[in-house]
């Protein structure tokens, strides 16, 4: 039945070629443009440590003076999402948390022992120790530190892979020496392939940023005088800068601050433990404003960082509406169709063939519309993803091939998304086939036998 | 005319029409506000930047010998860029003005008591003397700011902090300031660091980064800073003479670093490919959008084709027949002309209020003035041409229906 019904749908469709092409053209047009916008959309909304939804949180503290000069963002109301040296070192001391981590970015130059190999300028993360267990950091070799080398601090590192392969030639390289700016550490641990992406837990400099390729103990913030690679803003007029003691003792915000707490008691103790710690300080002259120290969990702490981003959402609005356009386009020339034949259906209705035959064998033929007009649309967009992927392809300051797959894994297609691919074409031919089956299924045969 | 049966023919077979008519409101609709945010996004990629940008190249040193003398090292490459044949002015700089890498913020006022709650913020531009010169940027008054200081700084924060006796600014800080436009000569307080400094030039523009977003225009109000930036890492801005600058980069690059000990050279870009760079995400954004606006027209026209060709094919025999009772060729011409016309405008009725509704979200969502009303008239007229030309070829082919044809049985 449905074979026969397939092949009187072909049959049919090569009949009218031209416009089955149109039609089907259309189709893909729609599909095409919805599939690479919500690509782009579903690469962006991505959640990169879904397995710990729920337990990690992010901690902002509303540092600011009473007015801000300069420009408000689109949310006023929103802590800033940096904290401040004084109030990371205050927090830090509270166990309520199963981990804490306070860090930043800062930048190192590694000199290599390597024959061949030139200096070169790396961004170096300054972190406590929970960082790679907190965040899961897969390790190929080694392991991460441990609190007590935070406070020595100790001349350790943890390494990516990609510097690995640089200056060891990708062997084992823990308990080997690195060079940066002259002084010596040894490598503890060497980090396997590992992007999360958007970078969830520092979205300062750029949501799609890579992950630094250098991990140092975070005691080392005062023992070398380490700079900021990243923002630093001074939240208070009061502030006053003008050295790097500085910045260890005014109201300027630099650091990123994350938790991990499991319970709901700890939550709640937590939140409680800051708010207090906030009241306190209030008595200095600090945190001038009303209690508004929000601790939000990953999706939270995406979606008031904006990660997605109007532009994403403006194309896959605009990319729908282009489908809705494509879905009318298809049901009013198949319509047109359908009715053009209508003698031939009033005849093969008045020989025996019931409503329902004539309704499934007309849906068939569209449903095949849409499906040509999917294989099309996914062609189509691979095309497009391809494209962007050109437009939109940085010279990368460096040799680092992470630069690429970022651009890469933001513009391609997976399975979900070529699956969703089908599924949309699918409904698109039944969308749009519906109402002109059913207006064909519906017609009366006397009225086409008689005026033959 | 003939339009009242023209109507109650419409309304016989109103299904495809209905159709076709919603296909072409969201048609207007996405055209329009595509058209105006792509048209937006162009005036952003071409405002100028005040810099002479086809002219210059910036290249990193990258100090990392432990007695590496950021102090000398400026010195030596300075006399040393500054000498080389073809270039009009070299200078050492905090911030890539076109580098996409953003800048240093800071809060302006004009009395010390202002900088307490200071309302004005501004972008820094930290350069060594000859900064303007190497930027390139027109002074429309004074002259360039002078500083005397020859030991660099530790680091970011304390090369800011020196922040010289006298400084100069875009007229657009100029004004916001000072809004009588008697900027020179005054002094300008500066927040953070609670310094005073004389301005002593008024630049005509320029813009540093971002050039879109909520900060876009923070980045055209400038203070030129004269000053040394801290090592090991500088930044060196080379302008040279029109079409030297090629040459001049060769050179660069293949000297440069031997000239001071324990550095090499971190990266080096002409300041084209910088603010290239820096614009990718606009020029890919208007592709992608320009894409989907022309896709959906030829959707639309298709539709529109479709329609016409559908009506003149069941039509054939009704159209013999008023042929040869006395209709004129261009008669029949006319009648699905104005048939089409009349779905065409009843879409565009109603693309009218969907495009004005999509238009509102969008001017929320990207801080857009409201979508201005020529845009709506543009895509009226172009989607009336659209219905038009896309009806043409079926009524020209329903005006050569013979006459006969309504005589015979099909």
């Given at each position: 039945?449905?074979?026969?019904?397939?092949?009187?749908?072909?049959?049919?469709?090569?009949?009218?070629?031209?416009?089955?092409?149109?039609?089907?053209?259309?189709?893909?047009?729609?599909?095409?443009?919805?599939?690479?916008?919500?690509?782009?959309?579903h690469a962006r909304a991505g959640h990169p440590i879904w397995w710990k939804e729920g337990q990690l949180f992010a901690v902002t503290l509303d540092t600011r003076g009473?007015?801000q000069?300069?420009?408000?963002g689109p949310h006023p109301e929103y802590p800033p999402f940096l904290v401040t040296y004084r109030d990371a070192k205050a927090l830090y001391r509270s166990d309520i948390p199963t981990r804490a981590v306070m860090m930043y970015r800062s930048a190192r130059?590694?000199?290599?022992?390597?024959?061949?190999?030139?200096?070169?300028?790396a961004l170096v993360r300054v972190t406590t120790a929970d960082f790679f267990s907190m965040f899961d950091v897969p390790f190929l070799y080694g392991s991460g530190w441990t609190r007590a080398a935070d406070e020595g601090p100790d001349p350790v590192i943890v390494i990516g892979r990609f510097l690995n392969?640089?200056?060891?030639?990708?062997?084992?390289?823990?308990?080997?020496?690195?060079?940066l700016?002259?002084?010596?550490f040894?490598v503890v641990g060497v980090i396997d392939n590992w992007m999360p992406q958007p970078r969830f837990y520092d979205l300062s400099t750029g949501a799609f940023d890579v992950p630094e390729y250098l991990y140092m103990p975070f005691g080392w913030t005062t023992a070398l005088k380490l700079d900021v690679a990243g923002n630093v803003n001074c939240v208070t007029?009061?502030a006053?800068?003008?050295?790097f003691?500085d910045l260890l003792t005014q109201d300027c915000v630099w650091l990123q601050y994350w938790v991990e707490m499991p319970t709901l008691a700890q939550r709640e103790k937590f939140q409680a433990f800051v708010d207090n710690y906030v009241r306190d300080q209030k008595?200095?002259?600090r945190f001038?404003r009303p209690l508004n120290n929000r601790i939000v969990n990953v999706n939270t702490w995406l979606a008031m960082n904006d990660v997605i981003g109007?532009?994403s959402?403006?194309?896959?609005?605009?990319?729908?509406?282009?489908?809705?356009?494509?879905?009318?386009?298809?049901?009013?020339?198949?319509?047109?169709?359908?009715?053009?034949?209508?003698?031939?259906?009033?005849?093969?209705?008045?020989?025996?063939?019931?409503?329902?035959?004539?309704?499934?064998?007309?849906?068939?033929?569209?449903?095949?519309?849409?499906?040509?007009?999917?294989?099309?649309?996914?062609?189509?967009?691979?095309?497009?993803?391809?494209?962007?992927?050109?437009?939109?392809?940085?010279?990368?300051?460096?040799?680092d091939?992470a630069h690429?797959a970022i651009?890469?894994a933001l513009?391609?297609?997976?399975?979900?998304?070529?699956?969703?691919?089908?599924?949309?074409?699918?409904?698109?031919?039944?969308?749009?086939?519906?109402?002109?089956?059913?207006?064909?299924?519906?017609?009366?045969?006397?009225?086409?036998?008689?005026?033959? | 005319?003939?339009?009242?049966?023209?109507?109650?023919?419409?309304?016989?077979?109103?299904?495809?029409?209905?159709?076709?008519?919603?296909?072409?409101?969201?048609?207007?609709?996405?055209?329009?506000?595509?058209?105006?945010?792509?048209?937006?996004?162009?005036?952003?990629?071409?405002?100028?930047?005040?810099?002479?940008?086809?002219?210059?190249?910036?290249?990193?040193?990258?100090?990392?010998?432990?007695?590496?003398?950021?102090?000398?090292?400026?010195?030596?490459?300075?006399?040393?860029?500054?000498?080389?044949?073809?270039?009009?002015?070299?200078?050492?700089?905090?911030?890539?003005?076109?580098?996409?890498f953003g800048?240093?913020?800071?809060?302006?006022?004009?009395?010390?008591?202002?900088?307490?709650?200071?309302?004005?913020?501004?972008?820094?531009?930290?350069?060594?003397?000859?900064?303007?010169?190497?930027?390139?940027?027109?002074?429309?008054?004074?002259?360039?700011?002078?500083?005397?200081?020859?030991?660099?700084?530790?680091?970011?924060?304390?090369?800011?902090?020196?922040?010289?006796?006298?400084?100069?600014?875009?007229?657009?800080?100029?004004?916001?300031?000072?809004?009588?436009?008697?900027?020179?000569?005054?002094?300008?307080?500066?927040?953070?660091?609670?310094?005073?400094?004389?301005?002593?030039?008024?630049?005509?523009?320029?813009?540093?980064?971002?050039?879109?977003?909520?900060?876009?225009?923070?980045?055209?109000?400038?203070?030129?800073?004269?000053?040394?930036?801290?090592?090991?890492?500088?930044?060196?801005?080379?302008?040279?003479?029109?079409?030297?600058?090629?040459?001049?980069?060769?050179?660069?690059?293949?000297?440069?670093?031997?000239?001071?000990?324990?550095?090499?050279?971190?990266?080096?870009?002409?300041?084209?490919?910088?603010?290239?760079?820096?614009?990718?995400?606009?020029?890919?954004?208007?592709?992608?959008?320009?894409?989907?606006?022309?896709?959906?027209?030829?959707?639309?026209?298709?539709?529109?084709?479709?329609?016409?060709?559908?009506?003149?094919?069941?039509?054939?025999?009704?159209?013999?027949?008023?042929?040869?009772?006395?209709?004129?060729?261009?008669?029949?011409?006319?009648?699905?002309?104005?048939?089409?016309?009349?779905?065409?405008?009843?879409?565009?009725?109603?693309?009218?209020?969907?495009?004005?509704?999509?238009?509102?979200?969008?001017?929320?969502?990207?801080?857009?003035?409201?979508?201005?009303?020529?845009?709506?008239?543009?895509?009226?007229?172009?989607?009336?041409?659209?219905?038009?030309?896309?009806?043409?070829?079926?009524?020209?082919?329903?005006?050569?229906?013979?006459?006969?044809?309504?005589?015979?049985?099909?």
């Amino acid at each position: 039945m449905l074979l026969h019904d397939l092949k009187l749908a072909l049959r049919n469709l090569r009949r009218t070629p031209a416009l089955t092409a149109l039609t089907a053209g259309a189709i893909a047009c729609g599909i095409a443009a919805t599939m690479v916008t919500v690509t782009l959309y579903h690469a962006r909304a991505g959640h990169p440590i879904w397995w710990k939804e729920g337990q990690l949180f992010a901690v902002t503290l509303d540092t600011r003076g009473p007015e801000q000069g300069g420009p408000q963002g689109p949310h006023p109301e929103y802590p800033p999402f940096l904290v401040t040296y004084r109030d990371a070192k205050a927090l830090y001391r509270s166990d309520i948390p199963t981990r804490a981590v306070m860090m930043y970015r800062s930048a190192r130059v590694v000199e290599p022992t390597r024959a061949g190999l030139k200096p070169f300028n790396a961004l170096v993360r300054v972190t406590t120790a929970d960082f790679f267990s907190m965040f899961d950091v897969p390790f190929l070799y080694g392991s991460g530190w441990t609190r007590a080398a935070d406070e020595g601090p100790d001349p350790v590192i943890v390494i990516g892979r990609f510097l690995n392969n640089k200056l060891f030639g990708g062997a084992n390289s823990v308990g080997k020496l690195v060079s940066l700016n002259g002084h010596e550490f040894r490598v503890v641990g060497v980090i396997d392939n590992w992007m999360p992406q958007p970078r969830f837990y520092d979205l300062s400099t750029g949501a799609f940023d890579v992950p630094e390729y250098l991990y140092m103990p975070f005691g080392w913030t005062t023992a070398l005088k380490l700079d900021v690679a990243g923002n630093v803003n001074c939240v208070t007029p009061q502030a006053k800068v003008g050295s790097f003691n500085d910045l260890l003792t005014q109201d300027c915000v630099w650091l990123q601050y994350w938790v991990e707490m499991p319970t709901l008691a700890q939550r709640e103790k937590f939140q409680a433990f800051v708010d207090n710690y906030v009241r306190d300080q209030k008595q200095y002259g600090r945190f001038v404003r009303p209690l508004n120290n929000r601790i939000v969990n990953v999706n939270t702490w995406l979606a008031m960082n904006d990660v997605i981003g109007d532009e994403s959402r403006l194309q896959v609005g605009l990319a729908a509406l282009f489908l809705a356009v494509c879905i009318l386009n298809t049901l009013g020339l198949m319509l047109a169709k359908f009715l053009s034949g209508a003698p031939i259906i009033g005849l093969r209705r008045a020989l025996g063939a019931s409503r329902r035959d004539i309704m499934r064998q007309h849906l068939t033929e569209v449903v095949v519309v849409g499906v040509l007009g999917g294989l099309g649309g996914i062609v189509l967009s691979w095309l497009g993803l391809w494209a962007i992927r050109v437009l939109t392809y940085v010279p990368a300051l460096d040799d680092d091939p992470a630069h690429l797959a970022i651009a890469q894994a933001l513009s391609h297609m997976d399975a979900t998304m070529l699956f969703v691919a089908v599924l949309v074409s699918l409904l698109t031919g039944i969308v749009a086939g519906l109402y002109p089956a059913w207006r064909i299924g519906r017609m009366q045969p006397a009225l086409f036998l008689k005026s033959q | 005319m003939q339009i009242r049966t023209l109507l109650k023919a419409l309304w016989r077979n109103r299904t495809g029409p209905v159709l076709i008519a919603v296909q072409i409101a969201i048609t207007l609709a996405v055209l329009v506000n595509i058209a105006y945010v792509v048209s937006v996004r162009i005036q952003a990629y071409r405002r100028p930047t005040g810099i002479d940008v086809h002219n210059i190249f910036w290249v990193q040193s990258q100090g990392f010998a432990t007695d590496f003398d950021q102090s000398s090292a400026l010195r030596t490459d300075l006399a040393y860029l500054n000498g080389i044949a073809g270039v009009i002015a070299a200078a050492a700089t905090a911030t890539i003005p076109q580098g996409g890498f953003g800048g240093i913020g800071m809060p302006f006022a004009t009395t010390p008591e202002g900088v307490r709650a200071p309302k004005m913020g501004g972008a820094v531009q930290l350069m060594t003397n000859r900064g303007l010169e190497a930027l390139g940027v027109k002074l429309i008054a004074g002259r360039a700011p002078h500083s005397d200081a020859v030991s660099p700084a530790p680091d970011m924060m304390g090369a800011i902090a020196q922040w010289a006796p006298e400084v100069a600014m875009t007229a657009l800080l100029a004004h916001k300031l000072f809004p009588k436009g008697d900027a020179l000569g005054k002094t300008l307080y500066t927040g953070l660091i609670n310094k005073p400094a004389k301005i002593v030039g008024i630049v005509e523009r320029m813009q540093t980064a971002p050039i879109t977003g909520p900060f876009a225009d923070y980045a055209e109000r400038v203070v030129f800073v004269p000053g040394l930036p801290p090592g090991p890492s500088t930044f060196y801005l080379v302008r040279t003479q029109p079409g030297r600058r090629d040459e001049v980069m060769a050179q660069v690059e293949r000297s440069f670093a031997d000239k001071v000990p324990g550095r090499y050279i971190g990266h080096m870009e002409t300041l084209d490919q910088s603010a290239s760079n820096m614009r990718i995400g606009l020029r890919s954004s208007s592709i992608i959008l320009g894409a989907v606006a022309i896709l959906v027209l030829a959707v639309t026209a298709i539709g529109i084709f479709g329609l016409a060709a559908f009506n003149v094919a069941t039509r054939t025999r009704q159209i013999g027949t008023r042929r040869a009772v006395g209709a004129r060729k261009r008669h029949i011409l006319h009648y699905f002309l104005i048939e089409n016309w009349l779905i065409t405008t009843a879409g565009v009725v109603v693309g009218c209020i969907l495009a004005l509704a999509l238009g509102a979200k969008l001017s929320v969502m990207f801080q857009l003035q409201r979508l201005p009303l020529y845009y709506l008239a543009f895509g009226v007229v172009a989607l009336w041409l659209l219905g038009l030309g896309a009806t043409l070829v079926p009524a020209r082919k329903a005006s050569s229906v013979a006459p006969a044809i309504a005589t015979r049985t099909v």
